[in-house]
T-cell receptor
Framework: KAGVTQTPRYLIKTRGQQVTLSCSPI?????VSWYQQTPGQGLQFLFE???????NKGNFPGRFSGRQFSNSRSEMNVSTLELGDSALYLC????????????FGPGTRLLVL | DAKTTQPPSMDCAEGRAANLPCNHS???????VYWYRQIHSQGPQYIIH???NNETNEMASLIITEDRKSSTLILPHATLRDTAVYYC??????????????FGKGTKLSVKP
């Protein structure tokens, strides 16, 4: 069974731009969570989607948003990019929401110049 | 905040067992202990999880003390490819609205030839 896939793998943007990252979960998985990893803050939870609904959100500004489609694929969007948004963005999928084991994708490395 | 405490770094000789400790003295009865590892800038890889009994799979063994206040991840025959940051996470079984993983700083395991 194929794992979690994320596109693109690498991205360079400039301040003020916006970016959309994509995540395809493991086949049959209905929950997708997003995490941000930076050297200073480590791995931090962004949000979780299940059945096209956001069911949990971390402590990030409203510039960070996401959505989930009926096929469970998910996108996250960051608007008005700041230098501090440079990070590895990780997507994880699980069968159901909340308690199931989460399996991570390889991540998208975003560099904001 | 993460509810676990791990040593920042450990060394292990190739071929020997690697024993990674984790303290979770405030764990509640509903919380599982999860272990993930992250090899340089890749997505975290799920290793194992348990509630109160010891667990073993093809990757590792998890030993949880009887009072559940600490646990040890054991890699029975460490190889150079096991060099990674290992994260110990406690997670509410019932999930509720807080199914996300809360990562601490983890233990940097260096396997040396």
């Amino acid at each position: 069974k194929a794992g979690v896939t994320q596109t693109p793998r690498y991205l360079i943007k400039t301040r003020g731009q916006q970016v959309t990252l994509s995540c395809s979960p493991i086949s049959g998985h209905r929950s997708v969570s997003w995490y941000q990893q930076t050297p200073g803050q480590g791995l931090q939870f962004l949000f979780e989607y299940f059945s096209e609904t956001q069911r949990n959100k971390g402590n990030f500004p409203g510039r960070f948003s996401g959505r989930q489609f009926s096929n469970s694929r998910s996108e996250m969007n960051v608007s008005t990019l700041e230098l501090g948004d440079s990070a590895l963005y990780l997507c994880a999928s699980s069968l159901q929401a909340g308690t199931e084991t989460q399996y991570f994708g390889p991540g998208t490395r975003l560099l904001v110049l | 905040d993460a509810k676990t405490t791990q040593p920042p770094s450990m060394d292990c000789a190739e071929g020997r067992a690697a024993n990674l400790p984790c303290n979770h003295s405030t764990i509640s009865g509903n919380e599982y202990v999860y272990w993930y590892r992250q090899i340089h800038s890749q997505g975290p890889q799920y290793i194992i999880h348990g509630l109160k009994n010891n667990e073993t799979n093809e990757m590792a063994s998890l030993i949880i003390t009887e009072d559940r206040k600490s646990s040890t991840l054991i890699l029975p025959h460490a190889t150079l490819r096991d060099t990674a940051v290992y994260y110990c996470i406690v997670r509410d079984y019932y999930g509720g609205s807080q199914g996300n993983l809360i990562f601490g700083k983890g233990t940097k395991l260096s396997v040396k030839p």
